[in-house]
């Protein structure tokens, strides 16, 4: 069962951020300016209410010759909330973009 | 099964930060927590961004996150500390641990059941825990020894002036490296010499002798009184237990508030209750004779005035705190057995506000009852809230 939690602003501007294609836990941080204490937690906590989901990308790692690198992507229920979010945080768009 | 874990490239200030908050992690979770943190900071070093150094402090945050939510540690730690015999084990095991460990109850017990506890006294000496010390001159202390040759056998005289107390007797000198004079002393010396500086008389009353016949004696004697200063007779028992009275009052009295707020139904579960309260307060007051053998004593002979707010307030808030923490942690357990309280589901209907509204009941594994609180969790913690059914309706086929 997902877990409930509360909509926040912070969970907000994260989802916005996944939504908006930056997938990597670092390029979250760099687009919210969350810190990485605040942000990989919350990662964890919309993961594990199955808002958002990761996978590991074997693809791009090949590609640079780095290791496989996780990222983050919404999932239909995330989507949903974020809708409700954007409407309950008019200015989030704005703020994010 | 993913592959295996070959850390990539990163500073080692990283990877040793990485580490610490990795440790906190089960096994089985970290391999994959540490791909990603490796990960992250691998292209972060391959990028424009560069160097963020900073961030690997946020891996403590997130390790501690999984562990409290996703590995459920706190959870598991709660439903031990919940069991009723492992609660006791440990309590007996933290007792153990402080008898064996620390020389505090051995301390005491010399002290308390010392043959000479009661009989050996400073003399001039206020009562402890009191602000100031009078003091005696060498004149007036030979006025008194001279007078009370037939009630008294003085032992010594004993200084502190220069680092070392000397006293006149081997017996005393014992007395004084068991009570821990202060300042701490280079030596202990037994001498015999004129004392001609301050000094404290410190004496045994002879045989068949009482402290109040000493006392009287002391009264009459005109020479030692200097306005309103009165000297006493000290028993060197007394300037380390004189907060035994009231602080073992406190624990008696916290014990039997914690027995009777529990409000358990049967002799089993008091019998439960009865062993965590004893075993919780009497490591309370083991830790509080730990301290008590660790008080040291002004040059005065008194307590310094913090060991002695300490000596009376640690023990009886460390036992309140327990008592409340009993009495709350009693509210989510069974009446009849004392188990914990478990399987929480939504009873009644949360619409009506005046008959079966809703809430969560709490059942006792072993179907002795149930506790119905409000609908919200915490609520159990609240007593307006709660409702103990002795025979709760539907549940009997559950358990039986």
């Known amino acids: 069962m997902p877990e409930r939690f509360n909509l926040t602003y912070t969970s907000g501007l994260i989802l916005h951020a996944v939504d908006a294609g930056l997938s990597y836990g670092f390029d979250i ?18 993961e594990s209410g199955q808002w958002i989901e990761s996978v590991w990308d074997h693809k791009n790692a090949d590609k640079s010759g780095g290791p496989p690198r996780k990222y ?26 | ?5 070959t850390a990539p490239a990163i500073p080692y200030t990283i990877r040793l930060l990485l580490a610490l908050a990795g440790a906190m992690l089960p096994d089985s979770a970290r391999t994959d927590w540490m791909r990603e943190w490796y990960a992250e900071f691998w292209y972060s070093r391959h990028s424009a961004s560069g160097r963020r150094p900073m961030r690997a402090l946020g891996a403590f945050a997130d390790a501690w996150f999984l562990v409290r ?5 706190r959870g598991r730690v709660g439903e031990l500390l919940r069991s009723r015999s492992l609660a006791v084990a440990v309590l007996v095991f933290l007792l153990a641990a402080l008898a064996l460990a620390t020389t505090g109850f051995r301390r005491s017990r010399d002290l308390l059941f010392h043959r000479d506890s009661d009989r050996v006294f400073l003399l001039n000496q206020p009562l402890p825990f009191m602000a100031g010390a009078a003091r005696i001159s060498p004149a007036q202390a030979n006025a008194w020894v001279e007078r009370h040759n037939a009630t008294v056998q003085v032992l010594g005289r004993w200084s502190v002036r220069e680092r070392d107390i000397c006293v006149a007797d081997p017996v005393a000198a014992t007395l004084f490296t068991e009570i821990h004079m202060r300042p701490q002393c280079t030596a202990i010396k037994v001498e015999r010499r004129n004392w001609t500086g301050f000094s404290g008389v410190v004496g045994r009353l002879k045989s068949g002798i ?11 004697t005109a020479v030692l009184h200097r306005g309103w200063l009165r000297p006493a007779i000290v028993p060197i028992a007394r300037l380390r237990t004189a907060p035994l009275a009231p602080v073992a009052s406190a624990l008696f009295a916290l014990a039997l508030f914690s027995l009777v707020a529990a409000r358990v139904a049967s002799v089993r579960a008091s019998i439960w209750l009865a062993s965590r309260i004893a075993l919780s307060l009497a490591l309370v007051a083991g830790a509080w004779l730990e301290l008590a053998a660790r008080a040291p004593f002004t040059e005065a002979g008194s307590v310094p005035g913090i060991w002695s707010a300490l000596l009376y307030v640690f023990p009886i808030a460390a036992a309140s705190l327990l008592a409340l923490g009993l009495r709350r942690d009693a509210r989510g357990r069974c ?3 004392y188990r914990a309280l478990t399987m929480p589901v939504f009873v009644g209907l949360s619409g009506r506000c005046l008959f079966d509204s809703g809430g969560i009941e709490y059942l006792c594994g072993a179907g002795h009852g149930a506790l119905l609180t409000g609908s919200v969790p915490g609520q159990v913690e609240t007593e307006q809230w709660s ?3 002795a025979d709760p309706p539907g549940t009997r086929s559950l358990t039986t």
């Open chain 2, 387 to 389: 409702k103990w059914l």
């Open chain 2, 1 to 5: 099964m993913p592959p295996a874990f």
């Open chain 1, 72 to 97: 983050y992507r919404l999932t239909r229920l995330g989507r949903e909330h974020l809708a409700k979010l954007r409407a309950r945080y008019p200015l989030l768009e704005k703020v994010a973009d």
């Open chain 1, 29 to 46: 941080i760099d687009h919210t300016g969350l810190s990485s204490g605040t942000v990989y937690p919350a990662l964890r906590r919309l």
């Open chain 2, 335 to 337: 009446r009849v057995c």
């Open chain 2, 69 to 73: 939510h996703e590995h459920g540690i």
């Open chain 2, 210 to 220: 009482s402290l109040a016949e000493a006392e009287r004696e002391l009264g009459q």
